[in-house]
Every structure is written in structure tokens, then in C-alpha cells.
């Protein structure tokens, strides 16, 4: 402690060392908030994938694991039944995605209208089938679409069409699960997309209707360009979910008839937990990944801005 020439008490000088230690304190202090976070993630994230792939290099024999290298991903090339899933993926991908997109682009622009009243519920009835658990959903259908007993079939007979093998024909279970999928997915796509198409400025609307534009010139000049980021977006994550699709097959179908339904998803669960070949389903699982890396990077180039 020193006195001033006022008289006054000066403070004492902070210790040399002190600031340094508390701009370190500062420093540090954010990595160790995040540390929790970056320790759950490692432990069940980083690490199931990383060990996924070890194991992908091995093979159980009578419950040891034998090292076999790279002979599960060379077994992928020669497996039919991964091709038939790969395949039947493929089709999905081709077929329901697209129709599904279609469907809520349109659904997007009719509940963006001013002429649609109780907008509100309309949008909230669209977007219930996504809040439907997965398992629950796919038992609904496969009461549904039940040849015997199902209320579709029933409706079907009171017009005088017949019986439709829904689940048990190879091109109908097809059928069904693409109507499985759209039902489920079409409403949430179309909020997704909605949420966009309220960003684009009326403005433009306006000006291309001064400049003797039509509804139709409207929509591919205005509306599709200013819903370019948000198909992206959907595009790629309904990508991600169709090569990843378990749950409505294996539940509509169990993958059958003869395979039809058979997808990436299912065929990596049956090796898993029902031959317990686990090497070979991380093999599947790692194909799987690459694929959807490289259709991300495709669409993104074909549908990303251009720069």
C-alpha cells in the first residue's frame, strides 16, 4: 500500500503474473464448455463409426473375428442380392422422389395463395403424417392395402375393380410403398419448401405481371428460381432418407415378394441380425455412405447456385 500526495491510500499493483493467467482462463474457458458435447459426440459418434469400420475388415468365424482386409468390400461386387437391393433403392430413388417433390411444390404454392382460406389448418393437416411414428405408419398401410380385409380393397370392390395384390404382387408392393412414402413425406416437404416461397419479395410477382406474364410464366420464372435453395435442400435430404429407407419396407413387406421390396437399409439389417455377419454389414454400410457422398456432391452441382 502507498499514499498519494493527496493523502489518499493508493491500491496495491496487481500481482505480474495475474493478467496473463486470466487471459489464458479466457481463452480456455469456451473450449471447456464445449468439452461435454465434444466428449458425447466422440463417444457416440466418432467412435461407432470408426469401430463400424474396423469391423468392416473382419469377419466372424464360430464368434471370433478374423482379419479378411478389404475381401468384404470385393464381396459387394459380386453379391446379387446387394445389387437387387441397390437396385429396388434405385427405382425408389428414381420414381417416388421426384412425384413426391412434384406434389409438394404444388401443395407449397396452393397454400401460399391468398385465395385459400383456413391456411393455417390445411398446412397442419399436411404436415400430421410426419409427426405418425415410422413402425406406426407402415402397420396402418399394411392394414390398409391387406388383400382380404384391407379398407382400400374394399372401396376398390364397391366400384367393381377387384382385388389389388397390394403387398403380395412384386410390382404392387412396389406401388405400395411408393404411396407409403408419399403420404408420409409430401407434407413436410411442402413446408419446407412454403417456408421459402413466403420469403420471395410479391414484388416480383408484380413486375412479371406488368410485363404481361401468366400464371404459368409466373411460376417458372418467379416462384421456381426463388424455391431453388429450398429444393436443394429437400432434394438432398430426401436422397439421404431413400437410400437409408429400413423402416417402411420392413414393415410393409419384410423386403419381399421375391426380394422386390428389398432395400439397402433391409439387407444390411438382415446380414447384421439374422446371419450376424456383422463385417459384411459394415461393408454395406460404408458402400452406402460413399453413395450418398457422391449424389450429394452431383446434386449440389447441379442444383447449387451458380457462381
Known amino acids: 500500500m502507498t499514499t498519494t500526495p493527496t493523502g489518499r491510500t493508493a491500491p496495491a499493483a496487481p500481482f505480474p503474473g495475474a493478467a496473463p493467467r486470466r487471459a489464458r482462463r479466457r481463452r480456455v474457458a469456451p473450449y471447456l464448455f464445449v468439452l461435454p458435447a465434444l466428449l458425447l459426440f466422440a463417444a457416440f459418434k466418432i467412435y461407432p463409426i470408426g469401430r463400424s469400420f474396423v469391423i468392416s475388415l473382419h469377419q466372424t468365424v464360430g464368434g471370433t473375428e478374423r482379419f479378411v482386409g478389404a475381401d468384404n468390400y470385393a464381396r459387394l461386387l459380386h453379391d446379387p442380392l446387394f445389387w437387387t437391393a441397390l437396385k429396388n433403392t434405385a427405382v425408389i430413388l428414381a420414381v417416388q422422389v421426384p412425384v413426391m417433390l412434384a406434389l409438394a411444390t404444388g401443395l407449397a404454392v396452393a397454400l401460399n395463395s391468398g385465395l385459400l382460406r383456413g391456411r393455417t389448418v390445411f398446412r397442419l393437416g399436411f404436415f400430421l403424417p410426419m409427426v405418425t411414428g415410422l413402425v406406426a405408419y407402415g ?4 392394414v390398409l392395402l391387406n388383400r382380404d380385409y384391407g379398407l382400400v380393397n374394399w372401396l376398390l370392390d364397391l366400384v367393381g375393380a377387384g ?10 408392393a412396389k406401388v405400395s410403398l411408393g404411396l407409403a412414402l408419399t403420404w408420409h413425406y409430401t407434407g413436410y416437404n411442402a413446408v419446407l419448401l412454403l417456408a421459402r416461397l413466403q420469403s420471395v419479395p ?16 409466373s411460376f417458372r420464372h418467379v416462384t421456381l428460381p426463388g424455391l431453388r435453395p429450398a429444393l436443394l435442400l429437400t432434394t438432398v435430404l430426401s436422397t439421404i432418407g431413400t437410400l437409408q429407407i429400413f423402416d417402411e ?17 433391409v439387407y444390411l439389417y438382415q446380414n447384421a441380425f439374422k446371419y450376424f455377419d456383422f463385417g459384411y454389414a459394415s461393408a454395406i454400410a460404408y458402400a452406402l455412405a460413399v453413395l450418398i457422398g457422391i449424389l450429394g456432391v452431383i446434386q449440389f452441382r447441379l442444383l447449387g447456385e451458380k457462381t
Open 139 to 142: 402397420i396402418m398401410f399394411s
Open 163 to 172: 382385388p389389388v395384390p397390394w403387398l403380395t404382387d412384386p410390382l404392387w
Open 202 to 217: 410479391a414484388e416480383l410477382y408484380d413486375a412479371a405481371a406488368v410485363d404481361g406474364a401468366g400464371a404459368w410464366a
Open 249 to 265: 419396407p420392413f414393415v410393409l413387406t419384410g423386403g419381399g415378394p421375391d426380394n422386390a421390396t428389398l432395400t439397402i437399409g
